[in-house]
């Protein structure tokens, strides 16, 4: 199967396998899991940061960084389609009494700062307490540019707001543009780091923030019900994930490219190569018959979500070779 519906579907290497079998253990809640210390330790040391902590998912990671920065009554500011607005349930209204302000995304994938500006509530008891900026990046597979971060983190410190990052492929972020993480993730005061996506990991994520950000980070993971014991045995696939994993990103941006490019010969299919940035492609059909194109292509051994536009997503598990493939089975389908 050639599986385009996320990188969610990656599979461990064989290094991460051998890893885990090996990884030292202890019961993490009292700290004493030498391979997840060890995790930790190289999580905030690559994103600059003093600590880090590892959660389940990418979901808890940012539901923890919420409830970290926001108290009862609290605000924050995100986008319309942001991940942590729509795709977590609410988690931080549900669990943290903690309204969210949601805003339209720029074309970018941007918040504009003059829509931050116009929602940040005034001093008045009628208002919740504007708290917290949290962008996502990349956002869609688009990579937010480096200006934009330092210009709306320099306005969040003058407005006295946090800043967190639902950095869940941050990753692809830095590999496209070139340059260190730390220089995506300074801007912030906390970031989080989906491990179980490109990077390869079976399971988890990493929250990353200041010593006592993440100590409260700790006490609401328990709360949460992330307290787990010999974590180990999963943080070892993800030391492999943020060691070794990530420049291998800059395959999965070319496959995209590929796949990009062959589809959009397709007169059936309109692709804005300008979103194609990292791993993802949308393909937007213009007959509305997604389903029927689904189901054609898994019989082709091709695995897509139906939605239009297409999200398809590039990962490990998907070969140059494999996105030939695609382009002829979508080519033959439509003649
Ligand atoms: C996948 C994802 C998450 C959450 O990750 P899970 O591990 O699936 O809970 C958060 N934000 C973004 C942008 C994501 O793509």
Redesign the pocket.
């Known amino acids: 199967m050639i599986d385009l519906r996320?990188d969610?579907v990656t599979k461990p290497t064989e290094e991460m396998r051998q890893a885990m079998a090996q990884a030292e253990v202890g019961d993490d809640v009292y700290g004493d899991d030498p391979t997840v210390n060890k995790l930790q330790a190289l999580a905030a040391e690559k994103l600059g940061f003093e600590s880090a902590l590892f959660t389940?998912?990418?979901?808890?990671?940012?539901f923890i960084a919420l409830i970290s920065h926001c108290q009862r009554g609290d605000e924050y500011i995100c986008g319309q389609q942001?991940?942590?607005y729509i795709?977590?349930g609410g988690g931080a209204a549900v669990f943290g009494s903690i309204q969210p302000q949601p805003i339209e995304f720029e074309a970018d994938g941007s918040l504009a700062i003059d829509k931050i500006s116009q929602k940040i509530k005034p001093d008045d008891i009628h208002c919740t307490r504007t708290k917290l900026v949290c962008l996502?990046n990349?956002?869609s597979g688009k990579v937010l540019g480096l200006d934009y971060l330092k210009d709306v983190s320099n306005f969040a410190q003058e407005k006295k707001l946090a800043m967190h990052l639902?950095g869940?492929?941050v990753f692809n972020a830095s590999v496209k543009l070139g340059v260190d993480v730390k220089e995506i993730s300074r801007h912030f005061d906390s970031v989080?780091v989906?491990l179980?996506?490109g990077l390869g990991a079976p399971i988890g994520?990493v929250l990353c923030g200041s010593k006592d950000f993440i100590t409260e980070a700790a006490r609401w993971r328990k709360v949460a019900g992330g307290g787990m014991r010999q974590a180990g045995i999963i943080a070892a696939a993800g030391i492999i994930a943020v060691s070794k994993e990530v420049q291998r990103l800059e395959d999965d941006h070319h496959n995209a490219e590929i796949l990009a490019k062959g589809l959009a010969e397709i007169p059936q299919i309109n692709i804005d190569m300008n979103q194609v940035q990292t791993n993802m492609v949308f393909a937007e059909l213009t007959m509305n018959n997604v389903q029927q194109l689904a189901d054609y292509l898994k019989q082709n051994n091709i695995l897509i979500n139906a939605s239009n536009p297409i999200r398809l997503v590039t990962h490990k598990d998907v070969s140059s070779e494999d996105m030939r493939q695609v382009i002829e089975v979508i080519k033959g389908y439509f003649s």
Do not use: L
């Open positions: 996320s969610t389940c998912s990418g979901t808890q990671a940012n942001a991940h942590s795709y977590e996502e990349t956002h639902d869940a492929r989080s989906c179980s996506k994520s």
